[in-house]
């Protein structure tokens, strides 16, 4: 019943911002959405596998490169370089993550910092994505609603409303795989390299090779996010898809959600990304703007939810406060 | 607080600080003038045919003495035997009547003072702005990592093969990959030694 209530609300949410002309806050559900997609990927590896990637933008910036070169050079339809984007994602991830497993918890979180860092200088500098320059997305104009949605073109007015169902339709086919998967043999194998890996090892899971699969679902994740990113921004900088908020933002968004569980990112995202867009619409261009208020309640809501709430909002009693908002008993004795 | 949350609350503190700065001193570039290091700025030693700035000798040999200093405290005295064994088993370390809560607060202070003394070291030589630390920071997650958890020796050592890194290949790459380079030493290193030089974890 919830989730029907949520997927209605999800659909029809730009709709009132639509009569009212405020097209913004359809590109904030829009990074919202993007963000959630995102951070359930990062949390297929960093909540239930337990390996921490400290920059996953890498393969949102190899997803991005992909599909503007198929798209520029190949004239590639969007989805297709989706698709391809995709696929190069997971090849390059496969082939970085596979010696990189030999490394255990902490240093296996440093080399994904290192590799990000690695990737930076080559990104400003390699003339196949035109350094930092560069590579601009060809886009026509005009066409229909449905046109957009299949060729992910919305030129003028119409963006905000066409990348946001593009971005929900994302999203769910990310949401319903990671649920999928969470299910199934591998989400198993996942959660015991995460929480044992000698004991998993011993058992004869091959935790190296379930490290790299669960690195490379991300990867497959964050490659489309890229694309979906590339194709809304029409053009692709290193120093865009390489920032450090697409490292931090889906980890922050699981975290705060709950780490491990499927709707934490989702749950993390709602809550974190529009903090930072009310903070820049409210404040605009007074005197505390630009001043990074958004970020320090970042902070603060992190380091909160850290003391208080290790493992999410999530695992705040909902079932109990709903039970006993309705009259009734709550169904554990634990309130 | 599990280690997991303590990693996610210090990047939650990363940002509540940094912004922090940034809002009460804006994000300008500052210098600093009159110091002692900066006064000595242009002085240069000679050893042997090479020539070595007195400033950043002054500064290199500061760090030098605090890396002895805590060496010296880390393995030479029963406080730092005791943060050892908390960090090799906290129950166990418990069980001999070891509070581990307080071991966790002295390596975190001391950890966040001896930084404290590299920024100020440093800020002689380079510019002051809110986002100066992130590059020292993760070029020290790798310098760490490099050398081993847990071993102070191998810190050190990884620092200096880092440094020497860094300067040889900004000879002969292009600069914007120096920093490049450390970090797929570090891997390529990694691939062959999992646990750093000196690693104890």
Avoid at chain 1, 70 to 94: E, T
Avoid at chain 1, 144 to 161: A, C, D, I, N, Y
Avoid at chain 2, 72 to 90: C, H, K, P, S, Y
Wanted: charged letters at 10%.
């Amino acid at each position: 019943m919830v989730w029907a209530v949520a997927a209605l609300v999800a659909l029809l949410y730009p709709v009132p911002f639509e009569r009212s002309g405020q097209i913004y806050y359809e590109t904030v559900g829009f990074l919202v959405l993007l963000n959630a997609m995102l951070g359930i990927g990062w949390n297929i590896i960093g909540g239930w596998a337990g390996q921490f990637d400290f920059g996953p933008s890498i393969f949102f910036a190899i997803g991005a490169y992909t599909a503007a070169l198929l798209s520029i050079h190949w004239g590639f339809n969007a989805w297709l370089a989706l698709l391809g984007a995709v696929a190069v994602s997971v090849v390059i991830c496969a082939a970085l993550t596979y010696p990189v497993t030999r490394l255990r918890g902490h240093y296996f979180a440093i080399a994904t910092v290192a590799m990000w860092m690695i990737a930076q200088p080559i990104g400003a500098t390699w003339p196949l994505i035109n350094g930092s320059q560069g590579l601009f997305i060809p886009v026509a104009a005009g066409g229909s609603f449905v046109h957009g949605m299949l060729t992910m073109e919305f030129p003028g007015r119409g963006k905000g409303l066409g990348f946001y169902y593009l971005a929900l339709l994302l999203f769910a086919v990310t949401l319903l795989g990671a649920r999928a998967v969470e299910a199934s043999k591998w989400g198993f194998y996942f959660r015991a390299v995460r929480d044992d890996q000698d004991g998993a090892e011993a058992i004869g899971i091959d935790s190296r090779l379930y490290k790299v699969i669960a690195r490379c679902l991300m990867a497959a994740i964050f490659a489309a996010g890229g694309t979906l990113y590339g194709f809304w921004a029409l053009a692709v900088f290193p120093d865009q898809v390489l920032e450090v908020n697409w490292n931090i933002l889906p980890m922050m968004a699981a975290v705060v959600g709950g780490l491990g569980r499927l709707w934490g990112p989702v749950l993390g995202a709602i809550v974190l990304i529009p903090i930072s867009q009310l903070m820049t619409a409210t404040l605009g261009s007074g005197p505390l703007a630009g001043r990074g208020i958004d970020l320090i309640i970042y902070g603060a809501v992190i380091m909160l939810i850290a003391g208080w709430r290790p493992n999410g909002l999530l695992s705040l009693p909902w079932a109990a406060w709903a039970a006993r908002f309705r009259g009734r008993a709550p169904a554990s004795v634990k309130g | 607080m599990s280690r997991r949350a303590l990693i996610f609350a210090t990047v939650g503190l990363f940002f509540f600080i940094q912004n922090g700065v940034v809002a009460l001193f804006t994000s300008d570039y500052r210098f600093i003038e009159g110091s002692l290091l900066t006064r000595l700025s242009g002085a240069n030693l000679s050893l042997g045919g090479v020539r070595i700035g007195v400033p950043l000798l002054v500064g290199g040999l500061i760090a030098l003495g605090l890396f002895f200093l805590l060496y010296l405290l880390i393995d030479r005295t029963d406080f730092g035997l005791a943060m050892q064994a908390t960090a090799e088993d906290r129950d166990a370390a418990m069980l001999v009547g070891i509070r581990p809560q307080r071991m966790y607060a002295v390596a975190w202070g001391l950890g966040t003072a001896l930084v404290a003394v590299a920024g100020v070291i440093l800020a002689n030589f380079f510019s002051v702005y809110p986002q100066a630390g992130l590059s020292f920071t993760v070029l020290a997650y790798a310098i760490v990592a490099l050398g081993g958890f847990g071993s102070v020796l191998g810190t050190l050592l990884a620092a200096l093969l880092v440094g020497v890194v860094q300067s040889v290949t900004a000879a002969y790459l292009p600069p914007a990959f120096k920093d490049a380079f450390v970090f797929g030493s570090y891997i390529l290193i990694g691939l062959f030694r999992p646990q750093g030089l000196f690693g104890r974890f």
